[in-house]
Structure formats: structure tokens, C-alpha cells
């Protein structure tokens, strides 16, 4: 049996005026946890979108269980739980209701479900309250409780920890990683907390600019965000050399902003600050840091003045 | 489907506006009752004769079931869990179709039978009385399939509620003008008006083919929108 879950194969989604998807290749693989990362308008929402039917691509292939056509994406979504964006609710009726209407559209015989998935998410003493006297984070957890109604095996959750309390986030965290464990569950997440996504996820997925840039596991990701010297000097190409002829490392990188990165002599910052001294380098910031996903990420991107920020 | 339709039907009996709607309804249709009564020869045509001024009110009533439902991504949650959405619309339909025809043809059956318990009023019509009937639930079903038209064209509350609203005046301006006895035959608001005031002129078979007319243009206009729309 294939372990391939979603499949995609140059998937285009096209606006009036914008490419929001530009010839996505992409393969999710089951039993992983997946964090979806990318700027507002990267594009990621949008490819939730296609996959779960909400929206049609513009050109493209999209498979999910190894089934492409209309008709057999339609029954294979059927297997999919999911929350994009806000989560859709009923404000007017309880967390009950809402479940209720799930459980009565899905077809789920079993009424107890309800119960279950609301005690899962922390919702279960909510009683005649209704949905719209919820707080954001317990809009955000009924969201969740609704996508987790009909155990499937593939979990899509857009944002999930938006408005959470830190305990709150904690909790989904632990949620995430015990569906997957127990039920090995698929899960693709989207989220702006990298940190957390970090926490969670084990496999990466980098967007922008409606493009995936980057698929990178844990592991990797370790890898590259290995502790390091993080070098600032006025003339960074110099330094190079220098650390080059008299360190005899090439274990360095040169970042997009000017900052130098030596993965050696961790444990001997002032022979590297002596060396470059001796060099008649200026160097203005010396330090032993690591990188977090929120760096490696704005790296990939081409550094921290891609971002977009607001213009007054 | 059935699970389509149960939905639907669990939230309509549980939203307080159609409940609103509906005894709102029956109260101002009630109320309108003592301007129609002279007009008519019974309690049924009189309450039928203000069916189109109570119009507004199914309108309020699609922007709330049908255009909130898009508005707050319910309803693309049967899309997500693999409705088809020839289903999902035909489901739709029919639920708003019956909460429709509960809230305006409810005074009908109130005045109906208070007229006939009270008044020993005959329901008696020129062209029969299962005819009449028939003509008059064909006609509530295109008049309503307006607003679930624009409700799936616009997928939005505000819009759902203000552009057949517009037009809901405008018709009523229409139908007072110089050519109003032609517009109230081909419009599904006016052959109401015409049958409250058994006027069917030329025939009612004629009025039952408009509606259907009306029925298959609005429903495919709305299918064709929704089948391949992208929604929010």
C-alpha cells in the first residue's frame, strides 16, 4: 500500500492579477507531521484550498491516497479533517450543536463521539453556552474538535494555535504529536509561530511567493541550525580569508545580511576575535548562537528585508 | 443527500430567525388583513393578496440561511468532507424551499381555515381549487428561488439581502406602473397577486409554465455558479 497521502504535481493556481500557486511539486507522506511555513500570501492557504476542494486549480495534478480524478478526490476527502483559516461555526448554537450538525453531515452513527472529541479539546463542561460568547481560544479548540470528529487519517489545520493561551498551545502541541503517535495520524500544519511549529512538526515545508522553496525534515533542519560564531565585521569578505589561511576552516557561511557564520571554534571565541584583530578587521558583534526555524526560514527567503512590513 | 438534508433540516428547526420570521409573518399578514379584506372574496385570497408585500421578508430570510451560511464557511464544510456539490445545492434548496414556503404560505392556511371554521367562507375558485393551490405554490417557489439565486451568485449576507431587496422594490414599482397587468403575468410576485384576485387571464396553465421557466433558469444559473466557484 502506498505511503504517499497527498500528492502534487505542478499544481498552478492563477487570480486575475496574481500567481498564488506557481507550479507546486509536492508529496505528503504518511504518518509524518508536516509544518507548513511561509509568509502572509505565500500561498498556503490557497494549496489547503485546492486540496480540500474549496477552490479548483488553475492547471495541475492533485492526488490524494494515488486518486486524481474529480469524482475519487471528492470520496478520498472524506478522509481528511480539517480547519482553514477562522473555523467555521454556527455562533448562534452551542459547541454541542455545532459538533451535532458535523456528526449529522459526515454520517457518524456513534452520538458519543461528540462528547469524546469536546472532552479531547478541553470543551466538554461548555453546556448551553453559546459559540458566540467563546472566547478566540475556544473557538479555536471547537475548530479543532470538529476537523478531529471523524479520526482522520489525515489532519489539515490552518493556524490552529491562533488565540490559544500558552497552555492552550501546549495542549494542542501534545494533542498533535499523540493523534499522530497513536493513530499515526498525517497532520499538516500551518501555523506563523515558528517556534512552536518547530516543536511540533517533523518534516518542513517552506513557501513563498506561491513557490515551495525548500522540503527539509527535523533532522536536516538540526543540521543547518547548528550552533555557530556568529561574526559581523566591516569588511566580511576579508574575514573570510582570513579565517580561511589562519583558522584552516572552511566550516563557515556567509549570510545575505553580512554576517559570517563559523560552525568551528565554538568553545575558542577570542582566538577567532584575536585573529581577526591581528588582521586589522573591525569587527562589531562577536557571539555563539544557534539558528531557530524563524532563521533558517528568513535565510531561505533572502534574509529579514524580504519580509513584508508595513509602509505608513 | 440524506445526510445533506438532515443537516440542513437540524439547522433550520434550530436557528431562532426562521422561528422569528415565521410568527413575524403570520402577525404582520394578519395585521395587512384589514387593508385586503375588502379586496377579495375570502380570508385565504385576502391573505394571499399581501403574500407579495411579505416578500421582503423571505428575503431577509435567504440572506440568513443561505448567504450567512457562506459567510461564515459553514457550508463550504460539507465541500471539505466530500459532498458533492450538486448535492450540497439541491440539499440547500430544498430546505430553504420548505422554510419558505412555511413562512408565507403559513397565513394562507391560518386565514384559510379561520375562514372557513369562523365565516363558513368556501374556498372556492374559478379554475378549481387544487389548481389554485398548485398555482399559488409554484409561484412561491419562483419568487423565492430569486433570492437563493443571488444568495449563491454573491455567497455573502449584505449582498444576498440588499440587491434582491432592490429589486424586490422595484418590481413592486413595476407592478403599479402602466404596464402592470403585463409584468404581474410574467412575474412570479404579480401572478400571486392576480390569483388573490382570480384574475387568470390568459390561463393558469400559462402562469404555472412562467414559474417553471422561472424555476429552471434561476436553479441552473445558481448550479452553474456554484459548481465551479472558488469559495472563500
Same mark, same amino acid.
Given at each position: 500500500m502506498s505511503s504517499i497521502i497527498l500528492q502534487a504535481h505542478s499544481l498552478t493556481k492563477k487570480y486575475r492579477h496574481t500567481?498564488?500557486?506557481?507550479?507546486?511539486?509536492?508529496?505528503?507522506?504518511?504518518?509524518?507531521?508536516?509544518?507548513?511555513? *511561509?509568509?502572509?500570501?505565500? *500561498?498556503?492557504?490557497?494549496?489547503?484550498?485546492?486540496?480540500?476542494?474549496?477552490?479548483?486549480?488553475?492547471?495541475g495534478t492533485l492526488g490524494l491516497w494515488g486518486k486524481s480524478s474529480a469524482k475519487d478526490l471528492q470520496e478520498q476527502r472524506k478522509r481528511i479533517g480539517c480547519m482553514i483559516e477562522t473555523p467555521a461555526l454556527f455562533p448562534a448554537m452551542t459547541a454541542y450543536q455545532n459538533m451535532e450538525i458535523q456528526r449529522i453531515q459526515r454520517g457518524i452513527p456513534d452520538k458519543t463521539v461528540i462528547e469524546k472529541t469536546l472532552n479531547v479539546v478541553g470543551l466538554k463542561d461548555t453546556g448551553k453556552k453559546s459559540v458566540r460568547n467563546f472566547s478566540l481560544g475556544m473557538r479555536q479548540r471547537l475548530g479543532i474538535a470538529i476537523a478531529l470528529l471523524n479520526t482522520p487519517e489525515f489532519l489539515i489545520l490552518d493556524e490552529p494555535i491562533n488565540g490559544l493561551d500558552p497552555a492552550g498551545i501546549v495542549e494542542v502541541r501534545n494533542l498533535l504529536k499523540s493523534l499522530n503517535k497513536e493513530y499515526g495520524m498525517t497532520i499538516l500544519v500551518s501555523s506563523h509561530i515558528l517556534e512552536e511549529l518547530y516543536q511540533t512538526a517533523t518534516e518542513f515545508i517552506l513557501i513563498d511567493k506561491g513557490k515551495i522553496i525548500e522540503e527539509i525534515s527535523d533532522q536536516e533542519l538540526n543540521e543547518r541550525c547548528k550552533r555557530h560564531i556568529a561574526i559581523k565585521a566591516t569588511d566580511p569578505q576579508k574575514a573570510l580569508l582570513v579565517l580561511e589561511e589562519k583558522l584552516h576552516t572552511e566550516n563557515f557561511k556567509l549570510m545575505p545580511d553580512g554576517t559570517i557564520r563559523l560552525y568551528d571554534y565554538l568553545d575558542d571565541l577570542e582566538k577567532v576575535a584575536a585573529v581577526l584583530s591581528d588582521a586589522h578587521i573591525l569587527v562589531? *558583534?562577536?557571539?555563539?548562537? *544557534?539558528?531557530?526555524?524563524?532563521?533558517?526560514?528568513?535565510?531561505?527567503?533572502?534574509?529579514?528585508e524580504n519580509v513584508k512590513s508595513p509602509k505608513y | 443527500m440524506l445526510n445533506l438534508l438532515n443537516t440542513e433540516f437540524y439547522k433550520l428547526f434550530h436557528s431562532r430567525y426562521f422561528w422569528g420570521i415565521v410568527t413575524f409573518n403570520l402577525f404582520l399578514s394578519s395585521v395587512l388583513l384589514l387593508d385586503s379584506i375588502?379586496?377579495?372574496?375570502?380570508?385565504?385570497? @385576502?391573505?394571499?393578496?399581501?403574500?407579495?408585500?411579505?416578500?421582503?421578508?423571505?428575503? %431577509?430570510?435567504?440572506?440568513?440561511?443561505?448567504?450567512?451560511?457562506?459567510?461564515?464557511?459553514?457550508?463550504?464544510?460539507?465541500?471539505?468532507?466530500?459532498?458533492?456539490?450538486?448535492? %450540497?445545492?439541491?440539499?440547500?434548496?430544498?430546505?430553504?424551499?420548505? @422554510?419558505?414556503?412555511?413562512?408565507?404560505?403559513?397565513?394562507?392556511?391560518?386565514?384559510?381555515?379561520?375562514?372557513? %371554521?369562523?365565516?363558513?367562507?368556501?374556498?372556492?375558485?374559478?379554475?378549481?381549487?387544487?389548481?389554485?393551490?398548485?398555482?399559488? %405554490?409554484?409561484?412561491l417557489f419562483a419568487m423565492c428561488l430569486?433570492?437563493?439565486?443571488?444568495?449563491?451568485?454573491?455567497?455573502?449576507?449584505?449582498?444576498?439581502?440588499?440587491?434582491?431587496?432592490?429589486?424586490?422594490?422595484?418590481?413592486?414599482?413595476?407592478?403599479?406602473?402602466?404596464?402592470?397587468?403585463?409584468?404581474?403575468?410574467?412575474?412570479?410576485?404579480?401572478?400571486?397577486?392576480?390569483?388573490?384576485?382570480q384574475q387568470f387571464t390568459p390561463s393558469m396553465v400559462q402562469f404555472v409554465f412562467t414559474d417553471f421557466l422561472w424555476i429552471f433558469i434561476l436553479y441552473f444559473g445558481a448550479y452553474l455558479g456554484f459548481r465551479h466557484s472558488d469559495l472563500k
Open positions: 500567481v498564488a500557486l506557481d507550479h507546486i511539486d509536492l508529496q505528503i507522506e504518511k504518518g509524518k507531521i508536516y509544518g507548513f511555513i *511561509g509568509q502572509n500570501g505565500a *500561498g498556503k492557504t490557497t494549496f489547503l484550498r485546492l486540496v480540500t476542494g474549496l477552490a479548483f486549480p488553475t492547471s562589531t *558583534g562577536l557571539s555563539v548562537s *544557534g539558528d531557530t526555524l524563524e532563521d533558517y526560514f528568513l535565510s531561505k527567503i533572502g534574509g529579514s | 375588502g379586496e377579495t372574496s375570502s380570508l385565504f385570497f @385576502a391573505s394571499l393578496y399581501n403574500v407579495p408585500i411579505l416578500f421582503f421578508l423571505a428575503i %431577509v430570510f435567504s440572506a440568513l440561511f443561505v448567504g450567512n451560511d457562506f459567510g461564515q464557511r459553514t457550508l463550504q464544510s460539507y465541500i471539505i468532507a466530500g459532498h458533492n456539490r450538486g448535492q %450540497v445545492l439541491l440539499a440547500k434548496l430544498i430546505a430553504y424551499q420548505i @422554510a419558505c414556503i412555511t413562512i408565507l404560505a403559513l397565513p394562507l392556511l391560518v386565514h384559510g381555515l379561520i375562514g372557513r %371554521v369562523c365565516f363558513k367562507e368556501s374556498f372556492v375558485s374559478v379554475s378549481g381549487n387544487l389548481y389554485t393551490v398548485l398555482a399559488v %405554490v409554484v409561484s430569486l433570492p437563493f439565486f443571488f444568495a449563491l451568485l454573491f455567497r455573502d449576507i449584505g449582498k444576498t439581502l440588499a440587491v434582491p431587496m432592490v429589486l424586490f422594490f422595484l418590481m413592486i414599482f413595476l407592478m403599479n406602473g402602466d404596464q402592470a397587468l403585463f409584468i404581474s403575468r410574467i412575474l412570479p410576485m404579480g401572478q400571486l397577486r392576480l390569483i388573490a384576485l
